[in-house]
């Protein structure tokens, strides 16, 4: 060990003396502190957005009442009333934005029915969106593997190369402890890194410390050594440092970018999602069809599905709101097949992913730090099957008030349902991602010390 | 006897090249072998069996009656290797570097003696602190002899030592060598320098296309006829 301690040492005068990596270290480092704030910056904007809904809502009844002063017919305060179903973000989502920037956070609802307006999202600009998030898990999942890289793409064949190393290995020192304290040395800087940005990035977000804060480190501490893995495998094969830097970048491009390119194809292939158009078209074929339809017919199929309201007055003039509401609500179950169809293939995509997310540790760590964040795919499935049901409750407060004749006072509009929704993290996801990642720095390792079995150093 | 340096039936053998046939050596405590010999001869071939830096085909090494590929770890306390040309850490000074080999080799000197071992090798005392990197090749040179020798090693392997050095950092090498001898240490020097071999040698070998062809006791030779000797080989 004590060998060990002075090489490690050595290493850190090396360092030190390398500008251009120190340079690149504190380059890793602003950049993370970048995507702390990129993060934090986007979560404390919808917060602030979602934060405004309350106001948007309150004036919006507050103009209802200047426009219906008395008690007025609940089916106008349900056309002209929006109310909001609402994804709070969980601190976390801060330092791994996931899909939140591409799904919405808000949804605006009204009595109507209930598809076309699940999907309907504020414009977004779509070259925002292609460039994507730089959050800190960007930058730990992305950019960190490129630190490892510059760090020890020459991890021995620098001694090698300057003809130092005949010199050092005719000390009694074993090569196994030259490599070990060069990775080793590395390995303590990265993660210092890691878990200085990690540190910050929690105590910017305000994150509670629970489990997660756990989960986070080991999720990112893995991953690092999984990196530092390949870069063992590489120094075992001895080459020079080009074609060590070929290889490390070589593995970083087929990892961090073709792999999860080439998943995203197989998946889609695999896994073919039902068009959204197509359910849109349909479900509003059978609302524009309910104009032309027979009220009775209309009012039957209603009736057969909520026989609850079928003792209501029998529908002889030309316009009332309940059979409005009806054919509304009918639009939406015709559709509900499709809609049930989309949200199960979106999953069954997001479980295949999760499945085959082994053949890329970065998809694996970026995936588990969404689900730890709660802002993956299955988090905002959740958002829409809460706001679902907050739109069933909106129509089952507004319904006895239209299928009985009550009439919608002022007071009413401080009874109707209000929803919030808080990401969950899925821990069990962020689990799986753990030890899928324990069995790639496994692998790496093992593969590693393998070779170095098989080909003893060479010092020229 | 116990031979510091021994090779027994010691071959090498690479996949279209026979670097080394069945070399059989023993080197005494005291003793300064030189190896001379042309580029690919097996001198340097036979330096790295005994470092461990390759396994042989067959036969065996010894250093200090260990086998080497046996106690790799163990022969290299007793041995200190000088290449042909040092390289060390550009970015530490030739002090630091010492300490820095020194540690490794299990010894913690103070400032004092590492500068001591230092101009004692030959460098000047304004270059110990200067880094490595503005060395000349004869400045690494002396820094490596310093290394070597702080080592207090009971073997010293050299290749092609001198090389680079002024003539008189080569003869202040030959004295220290001398000295170091009278000590007990055991030498095996790697040279093209027919009249450093014979200077400085208490026995040299030539070696040609991996064979030690001769073996004389520098005593019963002059320069002259060793030269010829060594010609005569060669052609």
Same mark, same amino acid.
């Given at each position: 060990m004590r060998v060990f301690w002075i090489l490690f040492a050595a290493e850190w005068r090396h360092f030190r003396a390398a500008k251009g990596l120190v340079l690149l270290c504190g380059l890793l480092l602003a950049t993370g502190v970048y995507g702390i704030y990129y993060g934090t910056t986007e979560i404390e904007r919808q917060r602030q957005q979602l934060a405004a809904l309350p106001e948007l809502t309150h004036r919006n009844v507050e103009e209802l009442k200047v426009k219906f002063p008395g008690p007025a017919d609940a089916g106008d305060i349900g056309y002209y009333h929006s109310t909001f179903a609402v994804h709070h973000p969980d601190p976390w989502a801060a330092l791994s934005l996931g899909l939140r920037d591409v799904n919405p956070s808000y949804v605006k609802l009204r009595l109507l029915g209930l598809q076309n307006q699940l999907y309907a999202t504020d414009n977004t600009n779509p070259m925002k969106l292609l460039s994507g998030n730089f959050d800190l898990a960007f930058v730990l999942v992305y950019l960190l593997p490129l630190l490892v890289v510059a760090l020890s793409f020459n991890l021995l064949s620098s001694e090698r190369e300057e003809g130092i190393l005949p010199l050092l290995l005719a000390q009694p020192i074993r090569s196994a402890t030259v490599i070990a304290a060069k990775l080793a040395f590395r390995v303590a800087l990265v993660l210092g890194l890691v878990w200085l940005l990690s540190g910050v990035g929690m105590a910017w977000a305000g994150v509670p410390l629970d489990g997660r804060v756990f989960s986070w480190l080991a999720l990112s501490t893995l991953y690092c050594l999984f990196w530092f893995g390949v870069v063992l495998v590489v120094t075992a094969l001895q080459r020079t440092s080009a074609v060590n830097a070929v290889a490390l970048l070589g593995v970083w491009l087929a990892l961090v970018v073709l792999v999860p390119s080439l998943l995203s194809l197989g998946v889609a292939a695999a896994r073919p999602l039902p068009q959204g158009i197509e359910l849109t078209i349909k479900q509003r074929e059978e609302i524009h069809g309910g104009w032309d339809r027979p009220k009775t017919e209309t009012m039957n199929r209603f009736f057969a599905l909520y026989p609850q309201w079928r003792d209501t007055a029998t529908i002889r003039e030309r316009f009332v709101w309940r059979w409005y509401y009806a054919f509304q609500h009918l639009g939406d179950l015709a559709v509900a097949p499709q809609a049930a169809a989309y949200a199960t293939g979106l999953q069954a995509r997001h479980n295949l992913v999760e499945t085959l997310n082994l053949l890329s540790p970065a998809i694996n760590a970026q995936t588990s730090l969404n689900a730890l964040a709660g802002s993956d795919l299955p988090t905002h499935l959740a958002f829409q099957r809460s706001a679902t049901r907050y739109h069933d409750s909106l129509r089952a407060f507004y319904y006895p008030f239209l299928f009985r004749k009550v009439e919608f006072t002022h007071a009413d509009y401080a009874q109707e349902p209000r929803h919030s929704f808080t990401s969950q993290p899925e821990l069990a996801t962020a689990q799986h991602g753990l030890l899928k990642l324990l069995l790639s720095v496994a692998a790496v390792y093992g593969l590693g010390l393998m070779l170095l079995r098989v080909r003893p150093v060479s010092p020229r | 006897m116990t031979y510091l340096l021994e090779a027994r039936e010691l071959r090498k053998q690479y996949a279209d090249k *026979?670097? *080394?046939?069945?070399l059989n050596l023993q080197i005494a405590p005291g003793e300064i072998f030189c190896l001379l010999g042309q580029n690919g001869a097996g001198k340097s071939t036979t330096i790295n069996l005994f470092l461990g830096f390759i396994a042989p085909t067959s036969g065996a090494a010894f250093v200090g009656g260990l086998e080497v590929a046996a106690n790799p770890l163990e022969i290299k306390k007793h041995l200190a290797y000088i290449p042909e040309n040092v390289m060390l850490y550009p970015h530490l000074s030739g002090l630091e570097n010492l300490a820095l080999f020194s540690s490794l080799a299990g010894f913690k000197y103070p400032e004092s003696e590492l500068l001591a071992y230092l101009t004692d090798a030959g460098l000047p005392t304004e270059a110990v602190r200067r880094r490595v990197g503005t060395y000349s090749k004869g400045m690494r040179q002396k820094v490596g002899i310093a290394i070597a020798v702080a080592k207090h090693a009971k073997v010293l392997l050299l290749d092609e030592?001198?090389?680079? *050095?002024?003539p008189k950092a080569s003869n202040e090498f030959s004295e220290l060598l001398r000295r170091l001898s009278e000590q007990g240490t055991a030498v095996l020097m790697a040279t093209h320098d027919i009249f450093r071999a014979k200077e400085v040698g208490t026995r040299v070998g030539i070696m040609r296309e991996g064979e030690l062809v001769d073996v004389r006791p520098t005593a019963t030779l002059n320069a002259q006829e060793l030269e010829q000797l060594y010609l005569t080989y060669m052609n």
């Open positions: - | *026979l670097a *080394l046939r069945e030592p001198t090389s680079g *050095l002024d």
